[in-house]
C-alpha cells in the first residue's frame, strides 16, 4: 500500500487526506455501538489479524523471521471478516493489526493512522458489498451448522474483493496524489490490474475460512486455512526478495559503468530493452525473457575492468589500448560468472562482440558456435549505438540504423535477431533518449539533430562502437557502445 513520506515532506494536502481517510474509518465503525455484534468473534479475528503483521515488530522475532509479505497486505483473515461479521464490526477488525505492524520511515504515526483507516474503510465496503450481494444467506444465514450454498457463495465473495481492491487501490492513488505530488493522470495507472490477482486469492482463502468458521468445526477448524496460507505468502516473498536482491546487484553494477563511461549512460538499460525486445518476437519462453534484458543490461560490465583513461580518451587509441578495450567481455564474465541467477546471460556477456563470419573477438567463435543470447545482445546494442547520440556525434535515424543491420545481417549480425528487432519496432517504434550529460545533449531526444554550432566543435571523439556494423576493419576504438 502506499504510505505518507517523511515527517518534513508531508504536504497539508496528505495529512488533510489521511485526516478524512480516519474520520471516515471512524464513521464506518460507529454503528458498533447499536449492538447485535458478536465480539467474541471480532476479538478473535482482529488478533489473529494482529498476529499476522506481529513478527516484524517483535524483539525477539524482528530480523529472524520475515513477515511473508508487506505490511498490511496478508489479508485472508481480514477478507474472512468481511464475510463472516457486519461492516462496522469487519472495519474494527482491521484497526489492531494496522496499528502493530512494522513501519520503517517517519511519521510513524501517520502512517500507521493512514493504514488502518485504509483497511478499516475497505474492509468496511467490502463487507456492505458482500451483504448486498446475499453473501450472508448464501453462507447460510444464522444457522451456523448450515451449508453454503455452492457455487453462489463464490460469487458475493468475488464482489466484496473487488471492493476490497478498488477502494485500496483508489486511497493508494489518493496517497500518491497528495503525498507524493504524482500527476493525478498518472496515480492510479497500474494499480488496480498489480493488486486485482492477489487480492483475489486472498479472497478465496477468506471465503475458505469463513466456510469453515461457520461450519460445525468452528473457529479452531479455520485456522487450518490460515497457517499454509500464511507459509505460502512467506515462501512467495522470500522469491519476491530474492528477485529484489538480483535486480539490486544489477542496478548496483550498470550505475558503477554508467559513472566510470559518462558517454554511454543509459545505453545498457536500453540494450537489456531492445534485448528483450528481440527474444519475444522469437517467442523465447517467458522465464527466457528476463534473463535476455540482463544480458542487455551487464553486457559492457566488463567496462570497470578497462582503464578510464582509455575509456573517455578523446583521441585514437593505440593498438595496446585497443587489446586492452577487447579485453572487456572476459572481463565482465568473471565478473558475472558467480551469479547463478544469470544463466545464459553469463555467455552473452563473454560473447557479446562476436561475429557470425568469425571477426568478432574475444574468441572468434563462427555461426551458431555463438550463443544465442549473445547474438541477440549484438543487435540490440549495434542498434542502439547507431540510434543514439552523443558528444562525439549525432545518432542514425531508426530506420538508416536498420537498414544497416539488415545489409550487414549474415556476416556480423544474425539474420534471425535482426529480423526480430524488425517486427519488434514495427510493433513497439523505438524512444532514443539521451545517453550524455553534454551541453546540448538534450536535442538528441527523438533522434534531432542539435542545433548549428556558432563555433568551431572540440575534436570528436572517434566512434567507440564495436558492434556497430560496417564494411572493412573494426574501428580503430572498439569499446563497445
Not at 455452492?150 to 492513488?173: K, Q, R, S, W
Not at 479455520?222 to 516473498?237: D, E, G, H, N, R
Request: hydrophobic residues 45%.
Amino acid at each position: 500500500m502506499a504510505e505518507p513520506r517523511g515527517p518534513r515532506a508531508v504536504p497539508t494536502a496528505a495529512r488533510l487526506a489521511v485526516t478524512a481517510a480516519v474520520a471516515g474509518a471512524v464513521v464506518c465503525a460507529l454503528p458498533v455501538l447499536r449492538g447485535g455484534v458478536s465480539w467474541p468473534a471480532v476479538a478473535l479475528l482482529a488478533g489473529l489479524y494482529a498476529l499476522c503483521e506481529w513478527p516484524a515488530r517483535c524483539p525477539v522475532l524482528a530480523g529472524r523471521v520475515d513477515v511473508p509479505v508487506a505490511s498490511g497486505s496478508f489479508f485472508p483473515v481480514l477478507l474472512a471478516a468481511v464475510f463472516l461479521l457486519p461492516p462496522a464490526a469487519a472495519a474494527l477488525v482491521a484497526v489492531p493489526g494496522a496499528l502493530v505492524a512494522s513501519v520503517d520511515e517517519e511519521p510513524r504515526r501517520l502512517r500507521r493512522a493512514w493504514r488502518a483507516a485504509q483497511l478499516a474503510l475497505a474492509a468496511s465496503a467490502a463487507a456492505g458489498a458482500h451483504v448486498l450481494l446475499g453473501g450472508r444467506a448464501a453462507l447460510g444465514g444464522r444457522d451456523p451448522g448450515a451449508a453454503p450454498d455452492f457455487p453462489y457463495v463464490l460469487l458475493p465473495a468475488a464482489g466484496a474483493a473487488l471492493v476490497f481492491c478498488l477502494v485500496l487501490t483508489a486511497l493508494d492513488g489518493l496517497i500518491l496524489t497528495t503525498a507524493e505530488r504524482r500527476p493525478v493522470g498518472t496515480a492510479w495507472r497500474g494499480l488496480l490490474l498489480r493488486s486485482l490477482a492477489p487480492h483475489c486469492v486472498h479472497g478465496l482463502a477468506g471465503l475458505m475460512m469463513a466456510v469453515l468458521w461457520r461450519s460445525r468445526f468452528g473457529p479452531p477448524a479455520a485456522l487450518f486455512v490460515l497457517l499454509p496460507m500464511y507459509i505460502s505468502c512467506w515462501v512467495f516473498a522470500q522469491y519476491h526478495r530474492e528477485r529484489a536482491a538480483h535486480q539490486a546487484t544489477i542496478r548496483a553494477l550498470v550505475q558503477a559503468v554508467d559513472i566510470k563511461d559518462r558517454y554511454t549512460r543509459g545505453h545498457s538499460e536500453r540494450v537489456g530493452r531492445a534485448s528483450e525486445l528481440i527474444a519475444r518476437e522469437l517467442g523465447m519462453a517467458e522465464g527466457r525473457l528476463e534473463v535476455i534484458r540482463f544480458a542487455g543490461i551487464l553486457h559492457d560490465v566488463g567496462k570497470l575492468g578497462v582503464p578510464t583513461r582509455v575509456l573517455r580518451k578523446d583521441g585514437p587509441l593505440t593498438p595496446e589500448e585497443r587489446a586492452v578495450i577487447e579485453l572487456h567481455p572476459e572481463y565482465g564474465h568473471e565478473m558475472v560468472r558467480g551469479i547463478g541467477f544469470l544463466g545464459e546471460a553469463r555467455a552473452a556477456v563473454l560473447h557479446h562482440h562476436e561475429r557470425l563470419d568469425g571477426s568478432g573477438y574475444p574468441y572468434g567463435l563462427v555461426g551458431t558456435q555463438i550463443p544465442e543470447a549473445a547474438r541477440v545482445v549484438a543487435v540490440a546494442d549495434a542498434f542502439d549505438a547507431m540510434t543514439s547520440t552523443r558528444s562525439y556525434r549525432r545518432a542514425r535515424p531508426v530506420a538508416a540504423a536498420v537498414t544497416e543491420l539488415e545489409r550487414c545481417a549474415g556476416t556480423q549480425f544474425d539474420p534471425r535477431m535482426v529480423a526480430g528487432l524488425v517486427r519488434a519496432l514495427s510493433r513497439h517504434g523505438w524512444h532514443v533518449e539521451v545517453t550524455a550529460d553534454e551541453p546540448g545533449a538534450a536535442q538528441a531526444r527523438g533522434n534531432v539533430p542539435p542545433p548549428r554550432q556558432t563555433r568551431p566543435p572540440a575534436p570528436a571523439r572517434p566512434d567507440p562502437a564495436a558492434s556497430a556494423p560496417g564494411p572493412g576493419p573494426r574501428p580503430s576504438n572498439p569499446q563497445g557502445a
